[in-house]
């Protein structure tokens, strides 16, 4: 069931200088399942905000803490929120404030929202002696590369593709052309890469 376009108030919805209106857009690749307004739910199984739809919330001035989350409700109803966004935002007389909540780039799924992050893999050689390769990926988009202690390459990470409500994320590597399209499965999975030896030519990488 879609859940957008609607109106509701916080207390008394009159003030001497008009109501204002808090508008939420959804611009991630996920359904909006929570949308909490000072720790009020304003959506619940099984209503959601669809992708490229709004919500907005019409009352007297003031300022409002506000939790977003997309994702998907599972079979019993519960919410699996993938990706939050929280803040404050300021309702202004006459006026319209918009939080759009925008995907996750690239970069924060690969450095983990954080600064950076360790991706790691094991591979085997001719000689059956083991090695490990290791990515750090950071939240500026760039990569530096190692085997073992040695760096081999740095370089950045370009999106491909991300579909509406998909778990497989598709990015590529620069360094410094762009190679083939990654399949990451996220939030849940490793990513397959064909940059090892002869002897064990994709290495599967696993944030450490």
């Known amino acids: 069931m879609e859940y957008y376009g609607l109106?509701?108030?916080?207390?008394?919805?009159?003030?001497?200088?008009?109501?204002?209106?808090?508008?939420?857009?959804?611009?991630?690749?996920?359904?909006?399942?929570?949308?909490s307004i000072n720790n009020v739910s304003q959506i619940?199984?099984?209503?959601?905000?669809?992708?490229g739809k709004t919500y907005s919330?019409?009352?007297?001035?003031?300022?409002?803490?506000?939790?977003?989350g997309v994702g998907f409700y599972t079979s019993t109803g519960d919410r699996d929120v993938w990706f939050t966004l929280a803040g404050?935002?300021?309702?202004?007389?006459?006026?319209?404030?918009t939080v759009t909540f925008r995907n996750p780039s690239i970069a924060q799924l690969l450095?983990?929202?954080?600064?950076?992050?360790?991706?790691?893999?094991?591979y085997w050689d001719g000689n059956l002696a083991l090695h490990r390769a290791r990515f750090r990926f950071t939240n500026a988009g760039t990569f530096t590369l190692y085997d073992g202690s040695t760096?081999?390459?740095?370089?950045?990470?370009?999106?491909?593709?991300?579909?509406?409500?998909?778990?497989?994320?598709?990015?590529?590597?620069c360094a410094p052309t762009c190679g083939a399209g990654i399949r990451l499965p996220y939030?849940?999975?490793?990513?397959?890469?064909?940059n090892?030896?002869?002897s064990w030519p994709i290495i599967d990488y696993y944030k450490n």
Request: charged letters at 15%; glycine letters at 8%; aromatic letters at 12%.
């Open 7 to 35: 109106h509701s108030c916080f207390g008394t919805c009159f003030s001497p200088d008009g109501p204002g209106t808090l508008r939420i857009v959804n611009e991630a690749k996920y359904d909006m399942i929570d949308i």
């Open 88 to 97: 404050t935002a300021s309702i202004i007389a006459g006026s319209e404030t």
């Open 187 to 194: 939030p849940f999975g490793n990513f397959k890469y064909a």
């Open 196 to 198: 090892g030896p002869a």
């Open 151 to 173: 760096l081999r390459s740095t370089g950045t990470v370009q999106l491909v593709s991300w579909p509406n409500r998909d778990s497989i994320v598709t990015f590529r590597i």
């Open 111 to 122: 450095s983990g929202f954080a600064v950076a992050s360790d991706w790691q893999g094991d």
């Open 57 to 68: 919330i019409s009352d007297n001035p003031k300022t409002v803490n506000y939790s977003l």
């Open 44 to 51: 619940s199984y099984p209503n959601i905000l669809p992708i």
